[in-house]
């Protein structure tokens, strides 16, 4: 009679057997890291949530596949692109922004990796590329802060290489501290910043929609003409070019606050938003973005860490401010005294069912973002004593936005 009972070798066969063919996908270079203008390939942040649900490696390959093929976005990938710029330490920073030349950044980055070790070259340039990490609407710093999280070596090389690609600073310059801000925490602080706007609210909605005009001083409002093609990401840079003052002033938790307490309560802070819009395809990204954060941060050297912490912070805020449509303050106070305190029984099989049928759901999905929501949440769950917002947050999946009018209008750009 067959056994079907398997041994612990066949166990680890197995198991091997998973990560490499999970690691053949995170080492592929055959394709650029946009597709169509400015459209991101998100296919190796899809890669490394399914494996980090447990997904089988059928089901991530044959995700890696289809999105290859036809994306959510309804647009194929493109294939790897010849340079127009041979990158070398004397020019690299001159690219920042200027979307050329993706191939020889990643050649530049692997080579200064070779040399010098990771840490060494994280150390070396986070403190320029960081600034910019609202780029490309938060990916290419997931794409690095994701492939730490795993710990790919290309997938760092890329996300290094499309943050200088991709880069549209927050201006952190302009940060001052300030005792205008009250609170003890994110989520306070983004409360009284919010009831702030809400004191006149025609001011900040004349703000906006200068934003979103591009009406702003021509020496702030340039930036690469793709990004006008965009819709979000172009406002979302001319928010951040602009600047507010309740963006560029640093409440006291920020300066003084243990950074454990400052992450954690970032990211109790982005889950809050979230519920306040739950499925919002934007404020999803605040989600996404600040696990990778705090990732690249967790490897720099201690005096750069909570500038990382910082430059979230002002940019989270300028995503926010940027389409003129906050959530209202008692929205947040209301859904900040629901949650704070609730905390789920691990044990519990309500619980246990609710997670599984998510994750479930989450592996299925076409649209990656969900994988990716579900991922960190639970991460988020486990490491903060099972707190329930996060198993909230999970269960809100978002889908692909529609393409505004402005893609159609120009041409995209060749990106070489």
């Known amino acids: ?3 079907f009972i398997s041994s612990p070798e066949r166990t680890v066969d197995a198991c091997q057997n998973r990560l490499a063919r999970i690691d053949a996908l995170l080492a592929d270079a055959s394709h650029h890291i946009e597709f169509n203008g400015h459209l991101t390939n998100h296919n190796k942040h899809a890669v490394v949530a399914l494996a980090g649900l447990n997904a089988s490696a059928e089901r991530i390959e044959a995700y890696y596949r289809q999105y290859a093929h036809e994306t959510t976005y309804g647009f194929g990938l493109e294939p790897k692109r010849p340079s127009r710029v041979a990158v070398t330490q004397a020019n690299c920073l001159s690219l920042r ?26 150390a070396r340039w986070m403190p320029e590329l960081l600034p910019g990490w609202a780029g490309a609407f938060t ?35 302009r940060q001052h501290d300030s005792e205008r801000v009250a609170g003890a925490n994110a989520i306070e602080s983004l409360i009284a910043v919010v009831k702030m706007l809400e004191q006149d609210p025609a001011a900040f909605q004349a703000w906006a929609a200068q934003i979103q005009r591009g009406d702003i001083a021509p020496e702030k409002a340039q930036c690469h003409p793709e990004l006008k093609r965009s819709g979000l990401q172009y406002r979302v840079a001319m928010a951040l070019a602009q600047g507010h003052p309740l963006m560029d002033a640093t409440p006291g938790w920020l300066l003084n606050a243990s950074l454990d307490d400052v992450w954690l309560g ?4 982005a889950a809050i938003i979230y519920l306040a819009r739950p499925g919002d395809f934007v404020n999803l990204h605040l989600i996404t973005s600040l696990h990778a954060m705090e990732e690249i941060a967790s490897r720099l050297p201690k005096a750069q860490r909570r500038s990382v912490a910082r430059c979230f912070w002002q940019g989270m805020l300028g995503i926010l401010f940027s389409s003129g449509d906050v959530p209202d303050s008692a929205t947040l106070a ?21 997670w599984e049928e998510t994750i479930q759901a989450a592996i299925a999905e076409a649209e990656e973002h969900n994988p990716k929501l579900v991922y960190v949440a639970q991460k988020l769950w486990r490491r903060t004593g099972y707190r329930s917002v996060y198993r909230a947050a999970a269960s809100f999946f978002t889908t692909t936005p529609a393409l505004p009018p402005s893609f159609d209008e120009m041409d995209a750009d060749s990106g070489i």
């Not at 209301?334 to 609710?354: C, E, G, I, K, T």
Request: aromatic share 12%; proline share 3%.
């Open 266 to 269: 970032l990211h109790y802070c």
């Open 97 to 122: 922004g200027q979307r050329t030349s993706f191939s020889s950044l990643c050649e530049f980055f692997d080579a200064a990796i070779a040399r010098d070790g990771l840490d060494a070259v994280l």
């Open 334 to 354: 209301n859904l900040h005294a629901r949650w704070r305190a609730a905390v789920d029984n691990a044990d519990a099989p309500a619980v246990r069912a609710h």
């Open 139 to 173: 990916h290419a710093t997931i794409h690095l802060g994701w492939g730490l999280d795993y710990g790919h070596p290309r997938m760092i090389t890329e996300g290094l290489a499309y943050m200088v690609f991709s880069w549209v600073s927050c201006h952190p310059q």
């Open 1 to 3: 009679m067959t056994s």
